[in-house]
């Protein structure tokens, strides 16, 4: 079936270096992507989404890339800091804006960011 | 400060008993939630779709008398546990689309059962 999937389980990195998180998927009819954090314990925070009219997106400190040709997504952190460290997943929304399933996310498998100081 | 509520953030319970979680839209209204269920160390997988005013729709392999599912407001959206088991431990997590079409989770619920 339709997935979402990482390349890299887990990512290390120093303090004020940059990261750099990878996605897959598969469905080619995906419009809309989201970047999630998630800390221990808590539910997934919100970083930044992309719609597939666009292949690149910024925010504070992140970048988010699209490039449809190759159903790949990634997210780039500037400058990582400690606070950073956390599971990052990445969902897709295959249905497109308005659609009865808009909402069903489907999530890939996580990277575990790990930000030594 | 959060715009979804989810309460409570960590229940133990005796199996066989029941454990209701409550997930509530703080400042904006939401016809439609979501529920997912995370396991140690993996993803979320999507539970059921919480539909305001309407049975609730159930994925592939969630058993709907198992996972009640009440969604009686624009804001309120329950998910009852019936007779848990050990097996159904897990973090629970809800969602729900604000009007900037932005999806926001709670901050999910630990469920243990003994």
């Known amino acids: 079936g339709e997935s979402v999937g990482l390349h890299l389980p887990t990512l290390s990195v120093q303090e004020g270096d940059n990261s750099i998180i990878n996605c897959a998927y598969s469905?080619?009819?995906?419009?809309?992507f989201i970047w999630y954090k998630q800390e221990s314990g808590k539910g997934p925070q919100f970083i930044i989404d992309i719609r597939s009219n666009m292949d690149k997106r910024q925010g504070q400190r992140v970048t988010v890339l699209l490039n449809k040709t190759v159903k790949h997504l990634s997210l780039q952190i500037a400058a990582t800091q400690p606070g950073d460290s956390a599971v990052y997943f990445c969902?897709?929304?295959?249905?497109?804006?308005?659609?009865?399933?808009?909402?069903?996310?489907?999530f890939g498998q996580g990277t575990i960011l790990t930000v030594h100081p | 400060g959060a715009v979804v509520s989810q309460h409570p953030s960590r229940v133990i319970c005796k199996s066989g008993t029941s454990v209701k979680i409550e997930c509530r839209s703080l400042?904006?209204?939401?016809?439609?939630m979501f529920w997912y269920r995370q396991f140690p160390k993996q993803s979320l997988m999507l539970m059921a779709t919480?539909?305001?005013?309407?049975?609730?729709?159930?994925e592939q392999g969630v058993e709907k008398d198992k996972f009640l599912i009440n969604h009686a407001s624009l804001t309120l959206s329950t998910l009852t546990v019936t007779s848990a088991h050990p097996e159904d431990s897990s973090f629970y997590i809800c969602s729900a689309w604000n009007r900037g079409r932005k999806l926001f989770f709670g901050s999910g619920t630990q469920l243990s059962v003994l």
């Open positions: 469905n080619s009819a995906s419009d809309y």
């Open positions: 400042d904006f209204q939401a016809t439609t």
């Open positions: 969902a897709e929304n295959g249905a497109g804006a308005g659609g009865t399933s808009y909402g069903k996310l489907t």
């Open positions: 919480s539909n305001e005013g309407s049975k609730a729709t159930y």
